[in-house]
C-alpha cells in the first residue's frame, strides 16, 4: 500500500472519545474499521481485537502494512493458518533469571556497537522494560520469625555481583527499570503495580500490551491485557522495536456457566480447566473466556485461571474487560482518573463487558459449569494430571506401582506401608509422607481469597490444637508485600506462623526449585530406600526434579489444602473422609471442621483490597531496603566485565560481521539425545543446585569456589560457561541412548554415549564439537513443554546441536530454537525414532537448508546405519513464518536485530 493510502486508513479510523469528567483523548477506532466495510470487526474475538489495533497504529508500510491489518480484520474462525501478525507491543516485563542474561545481551551488543565505529547508546530499548527481581530468594530458613531476614541476607550474599550489575544496567539504559528483591513475584507485581490502564503518547491512548520472559506472563491476561511468555531472545527483540511475529492464532471460546459451589476454590478450577484444555489441544492457540460464569469471577480468580495457560498449552488465556476490571483497578490503587480513561477507551471500542453466547466468532467453543467442580489436586508430575480430594489415597497407591511411562513410579506395591528410621530425632519416613508443604507462587498468591481461606483454616487448626511436624519443611513465599499486610491485619500471620507456614520470602521460591535443600539424614533415607516422598505447593509447576531432587511425588493444591496436608502429613490420604489428626481433646478432627465459608472469607476480603494499602507499598519500593540500598555498582555506558563467575560477556557477537554466513546443510552429524515424550524445559535448561561432581561444580571448583557457594544455576545464567554445562543435566532427564541395567531400567541425568562409553553430555558435546562434528538432537510428543527459558535454547546452540528433531513442539522453546540458530524439525506420518529403530550409533545429513529454507517445507533426513544401509525420512521443517526464515539465515534473532540496528 502506498503512503497515501496508510495515510487515508488511519485518517479514517482516528478518533475522539470523552470520560465521564471531560477528559477527551485520541484512538484508532476498530468499529471505524468495521464501519468502513475492511472486515467484520465487531465478531472478532476481543483478543483478536487488542492486536488488530496495535496493527492498525502501528501501520507504516514497511514491517506493518495495509495488508496485515485486512488480514486480521477479516480472521475467519475455520481457515488454514499461514499469515504471520506482526505485534509491536507497549512494554517488557522480565524476571531476574532470565533478566539478567538479556541485558548480558545489550551490554554485548553496545560492545559490537563501538567496535564497528557506531555509537553505543543507538543499543537501548525502544519500549519501557521493567525487570522484577523473583526467582533469587530461596527458602534455606523457616518455620521461623526471622526466617524472612536470614533467606534475604543470604540472597543477596550470593548475588551482590548480579545485583550490581542490574544497577549498572539501571543507569545505563534510560528505559530499564528494576524491581529490587524481596519485593514480590513479576506477575503478581504486573498485576498489582506495573498495570496502569491505558498507555498514551501524547493525546492518543492504546491499551497495555507486553511480551514477558516467563511462560506466565499470561496472568495479566485476567485485566484484558494481551500478552504472553516468549523467550529472552525474542523479547530482547521487542524491546529494540521488532514486532513480535507470530502466526495467526485459532481462538478457542470456553464458555463458564454458573457459579463456583461452596467450598471449592479458583484453584480447584484452574485444575479442572487445565485438565480440560489439555485434553482438548489448545497449544498454541488463544483461549477466551466468556459467559455469564466468567463474569461471575473476580479479577483474582481470572488471574488464577490466565496464570495456567502454558499449563493448559495456550499462548493466552484472556478474560474481557468489564465491571470487576474496574472494581480491581480501583481496590488495587489505580487513580480514578486512569480508571475512567480506561473504561471509556474500551467503551468507545464497542469492547466493554464480557459477551455471551453467539456474540462471538471463535474457532471452537467448549463449556464448562463452575457447579461441576470439586476440591482438587494435581500430580503427581504434571499439572494436567487432576486428582479430586477424596481420590488422593487411591490414586497414590495406583501410580506407585504403576510403570514409569504411565506416569507412575515402578515401584513393588507391598513396599508402600513400609517406613524407615530417618536417623533423626525417632522420625520416621515412607512413602508419600509430606517432606514440603509451601504456600508458594504468584497463581495463587495473587489471590486474596485462597489466601484468607488458608489463613482461616490455619486460625482453626491452632485453635483445635493441631501441629505439623517439624520435619515437614513449611513455608509462606508470597507474591507481594500486600499479602502479609492483609493477613496480619485479619489476625491470620500468626496462626499460619505458628503451624510452621512464616514469612520465607517474597520470591517465586519453591515453585521454581527454590525450596532450598532439605536435612541431609532425610535425604540420605529417600535415597537408600528410594521412597516415593512428596511435595504439596500453591504453585503452576510440578515437573520431576523441579521441586527438589529428593522429591519425587509433587501435588499442585489451594492454599488452604496445602496447610491441610501439612497437617496431615502425607500425601496418599483421602482428606474427604480421614481425620487430619487429633485434636488437644484427643478427638479427630476432620478437614471439614476446619473448611472456612464463603462468607468467613468475605467478611475479611475488603483488608486486602484497601486502595490506601498498595498506594502506600508502591509509592517507593526502596524505602528501608537497606540491603538493597547499600549494593554499589559501576557506571558508564558500557560494561567493563570484570572477572566474575556470575557474568560475563556471552559469546554469541563472538566474530560477528555485518553480512551473514550462508547457511549449509547438515552433514554427518551424530546423535547427542535420544529423548522421550513430554521432555520439558526443566529438564533441558540447567535450573536449581548442582553438585560438584557434575561439569558446572567442576567447572566452579576449578576457580576457586566452594560448594556452599555454587548458589544455583538460576543465579548463574549470566555466565554462559556455568550455562552450558547444566544443558541436559537434569538427573531426572533419560536418554534413551544409553543401554538398561538387567532390570530393564536405564541410568537417569545429564549421560550420553561417546565412542561406545558413558559421557556427561557436555564432555560428549565437547568432543564432537572439537573434531567439527554437527550433533542432532532427536525426541517425542510435547518436547520443550515448561517455562520460556531462553537457556534452554542457547544452552542447546552452544552445544553444537544443529537440528532438533521431534514428533512436537511447545510453542515457546520451538520459537527460541529457531532465535538461536537450531533447526527444528519434525516427524511427519506417524514417523518416530523409535519406529526407524535408530540407536545412536547412526550418522545423519539434513539435505535441502543450503538451497533456500521457505516456512514449513519439506527436507530429508538421510539415516547412515554402521552396516552402511540407508533410510531417508521426509521431515517438516518447523521454521514457522517468513521472518523465522531471516532470524535463521542470521544465524539467531539477535544477530538479525544487531544487523537492523547498525545500518
Known amino acids: 500500500m502506498s503512503d497515501t493510502g496508510i495515510a487515508r486508513l488511519k485518517t479514517q479510523t482516528l478518533k475522539s472519545f470523552t470520560t465521564r469528567s471531560g477528559i477527551t483523548g485520541r484512538y484508532f477506532s476498530l468499529p471505524a474499521l468495521d464501519a468502513a466495510g475492511i472486515g467484520p470487526v465487531s465478531r472478532l474475538p476481543v483478543s483478536l481485537r487488542i492486536v488488530l489495533e496495535a496493527v492498525l497504529r502501528h501501520c507504516d508500510g514497511l514491517k506493518v502494512d495495509e495488508e496485515h491489518v485486512r488480514a486480521l480484520a477479516n480472521w475467519a474462525p475455520a481457515a488454514e493458518r499461514s499469515a504471520e501478525i506482526p505485534f ?270 453467539g456474540e462471538i466468532d471463535y474457532t471452537r467453543t467448549l463449556v464448562l459449569d463452575l457447579a461441576s467442580i470439586v476440591p482438587s489436586l494435581a500430580g503427581p508430575k504434571r499439572p494436567q494430571d487432576r486428582i479430586a480430594l477424596s481420590d488422593m489415597r487411591s490414586r497414590f497407591a495406583e501410580l506407585f506401582s504403576a510403570p514409569t511411562a504411565d506416569n507412575g513410579f515402578g515401584k513393588v506395591a507391598g513396599e508402600l506401608d513400609t517406613r524407615y528410621p530417618s536417623g533423626r530425632n525417632g522420625i520416621e519416613l515412607g512413602n508419600g509422607d509430606v517432606l514440603i508443604a509451601a504456600i508458594t507462587s504468584c497463581t495463587n498468591t495473587s489471590n486474596p481469597a485462597v489466601l484468607i481461606a488458608a489463613g482461616l483454616l490455619a486460625k482453626k487448626a491452632v485453635d483445635a490444637g493441631l501441629k505439623v511436624a517439624p520435619h515437614i519443611k513449611t513455608s509462606l513465599a508470597p507474591g507481594s508485600r500486600v499479602v502479609t499486610d492483609y493477613l496480619e491485619k485479619a489476625g491470620l500471620l500468626a496462626p499460619l506462623a505458628e503451624l510452621g507456614f512464616a514469612l520465607a520470602g517474597y520470591g517465586c521460591t519453591t515453585c521454581i526449585g527454590n525450596a532450598g535443600d532439605l536435612a541431609p539424614e532425610f535425604n540420605d533415607t529417600i535415597a537408600r530406600h528410594e521412597l516415593v516422598a512428596a511435595a504439596v505447593l500453591s504453585g503452576n509447576r510440578n515437573f520431576e526434579a523441579r521441586i527438589h531432587p529428593s522429591i519425587r511425588a509433587n501435588y499442585l493444591a489451594s492454599p488452604p489444602l496445602v496447610v491441610a496436608f501439612a497437617i496431615a502429613g502425607r500425601a496418599n490420604i483421602d482428606l474427604s473422609a480421614e481425620p487430619l489428626g487429633s485434636g488437644r481433646d484427643g478427638k479427630p478432627v476432620y478437614l471439614r471442621d476446619l473448611w472456612p465459608s464463603s462468607d468467613e472469607i468475605a467478611a475479611i476480603m475488603p483488608l486486602a483490597m484497601d486502595p490506601d494499602n498498595y498506594q502506600r507499598r508502591y509509592t517507593d519500593l526502596t524505602r528501608d531496603h537497606d540491603l538493597w540500598n547499600a549494593i554499589t555498582a559501576p557506571v558508564g555506558q558500557r560494561y567493563d566485565w570484570p572477572v566474575s563467575t556470575y557474568i560475563a560477556r556471552p559469546p554469541f557477537f563472538d566474530g560477528f560481521a555485518m553480512m551473514p554466513t550462508p ?17 520439558t524445559t526443566d529438564h533441558i535448561s540447567p535450573a536449581g543446585s548442582f553438585r560438584e561432581t557434575t561439569p558446572a561444580g ?108 521431534a514428533k512436537s513442539f511447545e510453542r515457546i522453546h520451538r520459537s527460541n530454537l529457531v532465535g538461536m540458530g537450531v533447526l527444528p524439525l519434525q516427524f511427519r506420518n506417524g514417523d518416530s525414532w523409535q519406529s526407524l529403530g535408530l540407536d545412536g550409533s547412526e550418522r545423519f545429513d539434513i539435505g535441502g537448508v543450503a538451497a533456500g529454507l521457505q516456512p514449513l517445507q519439506d527436507l530429508e533426513l538421510v539415516v547412515r546405519r554402521e552396516d552402511g544401509s540407508e533410510t531417508r525420512v521426509s521431515l517438516l521443517c518447523r521454521i514457522d513464518t517468513p521472518i523465522e526464515v531471516e532470524y535463521y539465515r542470521h544465524g539467531g534473532i539477535l544477530p538479525y536485530v544487531l544487523r537492523d540496528i547498525l545500518r
Open 663 to 679: 547457511t549449509t546443510d547438515i552433514r554427518e552429524a551424530r546423535a547427542l539425545l535420544l529423548l522421550g515424550d513430554s521432555v
Open 88 to 357: 509491536v507491543v507497549a512494554r517488557v516485563v522480565l524476571q531476574d533469571f532470565t533478566g539478567v542474561p538479556l541485558l548480558c545481551d545489550l551490554a554485548a551488543m553496545r560492545d559490537v556497537a563501538a567496535g564497528q565505529g557506531r555509537d553505543p547508546k543507538r543499543i537501548e530499548p525502544l519500549v519501557p522494560v521493567d525487570l522484577v527481581v523473583d526467582h533469587s530468594v530461596q527458602v534455606d530458613h523457616y518455620g521461623s520469625p526471622i526466617a524472612l531476614r536470614q533467606n534475604m541476607e543470604l540472597e543477596f550474599e550470593r548475588n551482590r555481583e548480579r545485583y550490581q550489575f542490574l544497577k549498572w544496567g539501571m543507569q545505563a539504559f534510560d528505559t530499564f527499570g528494576v524491581v529490587p528483591p524481596g519485593i514480590g513475584i513479576v506477575h503478581q507485581i504486573n498485576l498489582e503495580y506495573l498495570f496502569r490502564g491505558l498507555r498514551h503518547d501524547g493525546d492518543l491512548y492504546y491499551p497495555d500490551t507486553l511480551v514477558g520472559t516467563d511462560s506466565h506472563t499470561t496472568m495479566i491476561n485476567a485485566l484484558g491485557v494481551v500478552g504472553w511468555g516468549v523467550g529472552g531472545i525474542e523479547a530482547e527483540a521487542a524491546m529494540l522495536g521488532q514486532p513480535v511475529y507470530f502466526l495467526t492464532p485459532d481462538v478457542i471460546g470456553v464458555e463458564l456457566r454458573g457459579r463456583l459451589p461452596e467450598g471449592v476454590t479458583a484453584t480447584d478450577l484452574v485444575l479442572t480447566v487445565t485438565e480440560m484444555l489439555r485434553r482438548e489441544k489448545v497449544v498454541g492457540k488463544f483461549v477466551e473466556f466468556f459467559g455469564e460464569g466468567t463474569a461471575n469471577l473476580t479479577v483474582t480468580d481470572r488471574a488464577t485461571i490466565a496464570n495456567m495457560a502454558p499449563e493448559y498449552g495456550a499462548t493466552m488465556g484472556f478474560f474481557p474487560v468489564d465491571e470487576k476490571t474496574l472494581v480491581y483497578m480501583r481496590g488495587t490503587g489505580r487513580d480514578e482518573e486512569s480508571c475512567e480513561l480506561f473504561e471509556a477507551w474500551f467503551r468507545a471500542q464497542q469492547m466493554f463487558g464480557v459477551p455471551r453466547a
Open 698 to 805: 567442576q567447572w566452579l571448583t576449578a576457580r576457586g569456589v566452594a560448594r556452599k557457594d555454587f548458589n544455583s544455576y538460576g543465579s548463574r545464567r549470566g555466565h554462559h560457561d556455568v550455562m552450558v554445562r547444566g544443558t541436559f543435566a537434569n538427573v531426572r532427564i533419560r536418554n534413551l541412548m544409553l543401554p538398561a541395567d538387567a532390570d530393564g531400567k536405564r541410568p537417569e541425568g545429564g549421560y550420553t554415549l561417546l565412542d561406545g562409553r558413558q559421557a556427561t553430555v557436555f564432555d560428549a558435546a565437547s568432543t564432537y564439537l572439537a573434531r567439527g562434528t554437527p550433533t542432532v538432537i532427536f525426541a517425542g510428543e510435547e518436547y520443550g513443554t515448561g517455562s520460556s527459558r531462553d537457556w534452554a535454547a542457547k544452552g542447546t546452540a552452544l552445544l553444537g546441536v544443529k537440528a532438533v528433531i
